[in-house]
């Protein structure tokens, strides 16, 4: 008696199964056996159906992409990096050598504070036509987002940003190809509301310049947030779920590719509280905030002096000057609109 067919299912699945969930996260394939006799198991890498012999006795698995997609000898899937094209999942009968397929399109999801870019299931980076869009979203889970700086970076020779629009944050500051190959986006609200789950800042349309796999990249410049009554901020870390490849100009799909564009697995270091050097003496311009960095968080500070939550007396005389932008010897909306980069 031998395999007479096998058949190979994740997510009930047995065409193609989006995997999109964080890092190292595992999911459990399901191995449909028939019997030379008619005996069939419906899924024999389920340990409870096929108890009384050892399933690799049974079946092998493999994997096209091990370092995007791995899976052990009991058919269990561990997310380890986003791809660019469909990771081929294979469970073969190691007797009658009768094997099986499965897509497995790989796609991270962000951990708290960090971004992430492009589709949220299915391959991350999804062309159509002359132009790929790319959701920017960050991840305020049990958290409200108070302010963002988020830099998006390509290769200007194979992509062009062409527009921004803002989706969950209607106040976004967006610059375009300043420098030609990256996108940058800002805000900042004091009285924030937003947050609680992936917040999308924006959708940024890349026009497709020529046929390239190429890398799109970026970095949290700072994201402050709420959360349980304390504020934590993220500053200058590169994306993490976000850094992908997108296989654009082709107009076909993305499997066909034999060339395998490595992965870099980033390690995030976990958010900080606010806290910071001696602004008063370091002399950055435009910090307010006292961090010696200027960005989102010093047009959130100067709003907080704007509203009275700070005393513009309480700081010091250094940050006192840079809350006057615009050179008038007063501190008002203008100074606060100034710091936004806005007109």
Request: charged fraction near 15%; aromatic fraction near 6%.
């Amino acid at each position: 008696m031998g395999v007479a067919s096998v058949v190979l299912r994740a997510g009930g699945s047995a065409s193609a199964y989006s995997f999109a969930a964080l890092r190292n996260s595992t999911a459990q394939t399901a191995v449909a056996l028939t019997f030379s006799d008619g005996t069939q198991f419906t899924n024999a890498a389920d340990s409870g159906t096929l108890d009384w012999f050892p399933l690799a006795d049974l079946v092998n698995f493999s994997t096209s992409e091990p370092e995007v997609v791995a899976v052990d000898s009991g058919g269990t899937l561990t997310l380890r990096a986003n791809h660019h094209s469909m990771v081929d999942v294979t469970v073969t009968s190691v007797c009658s050598g009768l094997s099986d397929d499965l897509l497995v399109a790989a796609n991270l999801n962000p951990a708290l504070g960090d971004v992430d870019l492009g589709s949220s299931s299915g391959l991350q980076f999804q062309q159509s036509g002359s132009t790929l869009s790319v959701p920017v979203r960050v991840n305020m889970v049990g958290s409200t987002l108070l302010a963002f700086q988020v830099e998006v970076n390509f290769d200007s020779d194979v992509l062009g940003a062409t527009s921004a629009a803002a989706v969950d944050w209607p106040a976004l500051t967006s610059t375009l190809n300043d420098p030609v190959n990256q996108a940058l986006f800002l805000g900042d609200d004091l009285q924030s509301t937003v947050g609680n789950g992936l917040v999308q800042l924006a959708t940024l349309t890349l026009e497709i310049k020529r046929r390239a796999v190429t890398l799109i990249s970026g970095t949290v410049k700072v994201v402050t947030y709420v959360q349980g009554g304390q504020t934590y901020k993220i500053q200058d870390e590169a994306i993490d779920a976000g850094h992908g490849y997108a296989d654009v100009g082709g107009g076909t799909r993305a499997r066909a590719l034999s060339a395998t564009v490595p992965s870099r697995a980033l390690r995030r270091r976990p958010a900080r509280r606010l806290s910071g050097c001696d602004g008063c003496t370091a002399g950055v311009l435009g910090d307010i905030d006292g961090d010696c960095t200027f960005n989102a968080n010093d047009v959130l500070e100067a709003a907080r002096v704007y509203v009275g939550t700070v005393d513009a007396s309480s700081l010091c005389p250094w940050k006192q000057q840079q809350l006057d932008q615009t050179l008038d010897g007063s501190f008002d909306l203008g100074d606060v609109n100034c710091l936004r980069l806005e007109p």
